[in-house]
């Protein structure tokens, strides 16, 4: 570690605004104006913004990181359509090749800071086979990144949570040792017994004092039946704000006079919704969502991996997916695109000192870049990353 | 230009099969093999081509050069969301600023070919306010392009066909001073009188020999309406494997047994379907269409327009976002994505001499992957490029 210093980025437009200066103290934004004078009781390192545009870090809020093969021999895929295929698929590929979860999910979350991600909610499968392997490698990246990464664990039950005895004590252990909240998945469509399913997820997150984080595929009014279930427990056990639903594809189903008394009661209950806005399948309205007052905010999902050959640890690209899937095309509507990946990322997540404010944590992004919407369609390499106050990549390598 | 020589590319996997070492002669392919010698009687230049995979010169099927402000001021969309929103912005900004579609469109004709397109059809606007302005302009650009990069042009009636007369003169006048296809748009839902619209496009093909590529955004019914009136007056005019659909959303609304005879009728009429592959419309099933026996081949439509601030001159960017739109995950599935912006592209426009066989133009995109599904989802820098047997661009940028 470097001695402590201060560092005076001269000449960005934050969020394309007018230029400003920004300085840095103490890994927070200490202030930010125009012509600011470096503190004169402290070494301070300027750095010339060049007129870049400034984004706050952004936010990856749904990615699997311990099941990339970022970086190894390209992966043939030759699975089945159904989702069980690839759930069995991936555990048997897994159990074979003794997958290295610590190295991989280290190069996939550097590959992330690179392109300027400095928040990130990763689920991490824990399961009969493995048990908590993935989990020990993840924790051991969420470690290794703390000076520059902020990693939240999600302990996920990819492969079902009652069908295989033992994974309920294993996602209670895996809380133990420090996973940060507790995943679900389709209570009905893999569990096949919605009601105790759910039970035994809340009764673990009741007693670890845990947030959820729930994976939820199911369609139309079965999804809408799941979902109705989970709002009565988080309901019932005072669960208010600390619930996402991860995919909500249902949502995307149902006729807006069904589906709107359901977001109305997401929004009430604080709930979350985290969506890949993957463009083959139905996704949840945003506008109707954030209109209703919910947080939505967006995620990769797996990247590379044997579920699929997509996904790209750039989120200014999810953020053209989602600018894509859901039509947003005036500047205004890309506005929204970004706020996926930035501020509602990291209030959907509860990351703090978030922002381009004095006294949040100084995170940022600098791209060539006239506005915000061209960010997002053009993606361009990121001149430079802050993370936790340093400069860690330049020109998208990280240093 | 430089005499006549041979070009001797090694080491490279076509399609991502095994190495092999590729001659050119006269903007040929002469022969393709393992360790090849350079003719005796003709200087050659060799390039290592480093083991990369060999894929034969991207296809754009769907564009618009015209349009495009490809490198100008960012434009900041503040557009309606309705389709004559968009019509009567476009023209009335093109006609304020006086576009310079010249200079448009070669540059993005330009940077279409820097990644690797070398065949392209683009749709330019005829209407009754730039009369044929667009139209000579892309005409220099198809010119100056010409031992590159070949170019289609289709005369388009972007603000209707009907709604303002002088438009049908226009389009004749386009079709004498150059234009190689005929274009057309919704007649129910612009033109608002479908027989007449397509009595008047129709008549038009009939009187200039030409081919017809008709915009077809309609949904659902009134889409399958417009799609039997053009397919009764292409079987009526003989004009078999003479016409293509663009877009065709109608596909994607309509049950399977309303849709497939739809599409059966259009494989025996010879139809193509050409698809950007929109995530947010519904969109025509690419593999019940391809295994009807119809050519469904993809293109952005717009780039960097008044339209939409998205697109990228990338033809691997359109296979990924055709990949997520059909949930193409497989290796397998992979080389269909590829198939719309390579083979099916070049058959389905009436592109000759293509592919990677002997006697083929010599038209050839190098890129680091391991296998063409890695291509499409990673998108790397195209190392080199060969449009008509010379190397055109390095690295990504034109030579």
Same sequence: chains 1, 2.
């Avoid at 590929?93 to 400095?118: M, W």
């Avoid at 200014?316 to 930035?342: Q, W």
């Amino acid at each position: 570690m470097s001695l402590p210093h201060a560092l005076l980025i001269r000449n960005v437009r934050p969020l394309g605004k007018a230029p400003v200066d920004l300085l840095v103290r103490d890994g927070r934004i200490a202030a930010i104006g125009a012509a600011l004078a470096p503190p004169a009781e402290l070494p301070t390192e300027e750095e010339d913004g060049g007129g870049a545009l400034l984004l706050p870090g952004l936010v990856e809020g749904h990615t699997h990181l311990d099941k990339t093969l970022w970086g190894m021999d390209w992966y043939r895929n030759e699975v089945g359509s159904r989702l069980v295929d690839k759930i069995d698929n991936e555990r048997a590929f897994r159990h074979a090749s003794g997958h290295d979860a610590a190295g991989q999910s280290l190069a996939l979350a550097r590959a992330f800071l690179a392109r300027g991600t400095t928040r990130l909610r990763t689920h991490v499968d824990i399961d009969t086979q493995a048990g908590l392997r993935h989990l020990e490698g993840v924790i051991g990246t969420r470690s290794a990144m703390q000076a520059t990464q902020q990693i939240q664990i999600v302990a996920f039950p990819q492969s079902g949570l009652l069908l295989r005895p033992g994974t309920e004590a294993l996602l209670e252990q895996a809380m133990a040792e420090g996973a940060d909240l507790l995943g679900g998945l389709d209570p009905c469509a893999i569990d096949g017994d919605p009601v105790r399913s759910l039970d035994v997820l809340f009764g673990i997150a009741e007693r670890r004092g845990c947030g959820i984080d729930i994976h939820l595929h199911e369609p139309g009014a079965m999804g809408a039946f799941s979902l109705g279930l989970i709002m009565d427990r988080v309901a019932a056990l005072g669960m208010q704000g600390r619930v996402a639903i991860s995919h909500g594809f249902c949502l995307g189903d149902l006729p807006p006079p069904e589906r709107d008394p359901l977001i109305a009661r997401m929004a009430q209950l604080g709930l979350v919704l985290i969506t890949s806005a993957p463009a083959s399948r139905s996704v949840p309205p945003l506008m109707a969502c954030r209109q209703a007052g919910l947080t939505v905010l967006g995620g990769n999902d797996g990247i590379r991996d044997t579920w699929s050959p997509y996904g790209n640890p750039d989120m200014l690209e999810r953020a053209m997916l989602i600018g894509l899937r859901y039509n947003l095309r005036r500047d205004d509507e890309l506005d929204v695109a970004l706020d996926c990946v930035t501020y509602a990322g990291a209030r959907g997540c509860g990351f703090a000192a978030y922002g381009l404010a004095p006294g949040d944590r100084a995170d940022l992004v600098l791209v060539e870049a006239r506005s915000v919407a061209e960010a997002i369609v053009a993606r361009p390499v990121r001149r430079r990353v802050v993370a936790g106050g340093r400069i860690v990549a330049r020109d998208g390598a990280l240093i």
